[in-house]
């Protein structure tokens, strides 16, 4: 997929510049970013992003210095500069895009609060769809941000065509410090959706046997409200780089000749297994965003790795196990073959209904609200059947 990313905030912005350093290292180019903040000081801290790509707002109002965690001023500011950010947008391309990506911490001020706005915006112009990537603050952070968090996701949800969730507070390692773990978290973000977004590029080793391009990602993600990802990996067994002979000699022998391994097992069965293990662990482990996986309506399995280690059979067996377990019958997956010396498989729960960590979330928000805002109430019907106003109609 060809993705333009947008970073939001301060946490949006660290993340988009790792999303382009890490595709410059793979020189897979299928990556576009710029950052928006409302302050200087986090836009001059990016390595990736070139300067002209870097777009300040607000300045007239909080001086470069940031919104702190005032989310409501975070969308005043983007609705008043809107045009600044899509002439922005503009000026570097958009002829050749699948989908916007628009990163924010959901907990700060400016990514919280400006996301939705950018959003909506972009949807109005293009045709392409506008996903967003949203953090959830853990609750160590404290309440304010909880706060900001559902209030924000109560108006994404409404925006966004399609919102996937990555929460701190499932990633944090015990005793860590969520300042020390944030490098951590967001190569755990970039790794799993770097895969993701990749798929369907022609690589250095051509397509897969069965190719998940552009739409397929968006056909699973068109019903909108909040998704979830699963990652597993394993080490390859085939390491090293291989000239266009032994590739295609590889290619032969795993298509027609099925020779016992070392076990006595046959190879095409043995990574098949590979292949199915990798998805079961991908659901069932550690997801972006804990949730019931069953309450998911459609689902997209992708395996990336070697193409010696990839298998068609595994593929649609692994589809076919992840049918039986999600609430919806719609499941479409493929391959991805890269040269690496692991294996990966990436499992996409799009349109969950059940995820105990956004109940939580919306509870400790209502607590919160008399104490952070002194408007009148005006209680919505969010995501989850809870009542959290939104940053604007």
Known sequence: MRIFFIGFGQAGGKIVDMFIEHDRRLG?????????????????????????????????????????????????????????????????????????????????????????VLARQLKKIYKEPVYVIGI?????????????????????????????LFDNSAWKNEGESIKSAFRRLNEEIVRRFGVLFRAGEVG???????????????????????????????????????????GVLTNIRKTIIRRPNEDGDLLGEDRTAKVISLVRRAMLGRLTLPCDFSSAQRALVLVAGPPEELDRKGVDKAKSWVEENIGGVEVRGGDYPLQSNYVAAVVVLASIGNAPRIQELLDIAKETRESVSKSKENPQRSIFEEGIEPLFE
């Open 28 to 116: 897979t180019n299928s990556f576009r970013g710029m950052v928006v903040n409302t302050a200087r000081t986090d836009l001059m801290g990016l390595r990736n992003i070139a300067m002209k790509d870097r777009v300040l707002i607000g300045q007239t109002v909080v001086k470069g210095h940031g919104v702190g965690t005032d989310n409501a001023a975070g969308a005043k500011i983007t609705l008043e500069e809107i045009d600044t950010v899509v002439s922005a947008i503009d000026r570097m391309g958009t002829h050749d895009v699948d989908a916007f990506i628009i990163i924010a911490g959901l907990g700060g001020g400016t990514g919280s609060g400006g996301t939705p």
């Open 136 to 164: 959830l603050p853990a609750p160590e952070e404290g309440r304010l941000y909880t706060y900001n968090a559902a209030r924000s996701l109560t108006t994404l949800v409404k925006e966004a065509d399609n919102t996937f």
């Open 204 to 246: 250095k080793l051509g397509v897969g046997e069965m190719v998940v391009d552009s739409s397929e990602v968006i056909n699973t993600l068109r019903g909108g409200g909040i998704s979830s990802i699963g990652y597993a990996r394993a080490e390859a067994k085939t390491k090293g780089k291989k000239t266009r002979f032994e």
